[in-house]
């Protein structure tokens, strides 16, 4: 079954504890990428990836890094998180590098005490 | 970046009646998805549209892009209560490798 897993789906942390969120896509995709919603903004990208070692910031990339060493994985990083990165966290994968669909995970939701 | 705004952002209906969410770039559409998501969980994609004029349907819902391709339309027909959720679109940049999303709009059908 295709699928995008992301791990853990619920995490209750403090400000500066290192963490992160991992995704997982068992389709082969090139392009990957890691979203925000938050209430009243929407969905915001926030990096994204088009190929293993290939990664570019999104609208919104400040307090998170990512890597791509693998093809099926693309882990979100938040060296120092802040209350401010509270927020339900959606990984996406989409098949080649362009204009199709984008097949998203079930969240994550993150709160920064 | 592109802007997306979507209305209405909340829209109650009685079962079987009609509805139609827009959705209004300022900039031109390059490729334009709709999507649909139940209240905390992932996206569901419903459909892509790319040319001026283009319209699809599945089901009961049928999405278009206007010729100037800065504006669509999603519209239900007979909605029912599985057609509850909220329905967010999202535009593609010029290369179609990054999305922008509308602050989605939140549909509850009324039995």
């Known amino acids: 079954e295709a699928q995008v897993t992301q791990n853990p789906r619920y995490l209750i942390t403090v400000t500066g504890k290192k963490l992160t969120v991992t995704c997982s896509q068992n389709m082969n995709h090139e392009y990957m990428s890691w979203y925000r919603q938050d209430p009243g903004l929407g969905l915001r990208q926030i990096y994204y990836s088009m190929n293993v070692e290939v990664t570019d910031k999104g609208d919104v990339p400040e307090g998170y890094k990512v890597s791509r060493k693998e093809k099926r994985n693309f882990p979100l990083i938040l060296e120092s998180p802040s209350p401010n990165q509270t927020s339900l966290y959606f990984c996406a994968t989409m098949r080649g590098v362009s204009y199709n669909e984008q097949f998203f995970g079930p969240g994550t939701r993150l709160t920064v005490l | 970046s592109q802007e997306l705004e979507q209305s209405p952002q909340s829209l109650i209906v009685q079962e079987g009646k009609n509805l139609t969410i827009n959705c209004t770039s300022s900039k031109t559409l390059y490729g334009l998805y709709w999507y649909k998501q139940k209240y905390g969980e992932g996206l569901i994609f419903l459909m892509m549209?790319?040319?001026?004029?283009e319209e699809k349907s599945h089901e009961k819902i049928t999405a278009k892009l206007d010729e100037k391709k800065q504006q669509s339309s999603l519209h239900i027909t007979a909605s029912q209560p599985s057609h509850a959720g909220i329905y967010l679109c999202?535009?593609?940049?010029?290369?179609?490798?990054?999305?922008?999303f509308g602050g989605g709009t939140r549909l509850m059908v009324k039995p």
């Open positions: 999202g535009a593609d940049n010029n290369a179609g490798n990054m999305l922008t």
């Open positions: 549209l790319q040319k001026g004029g």
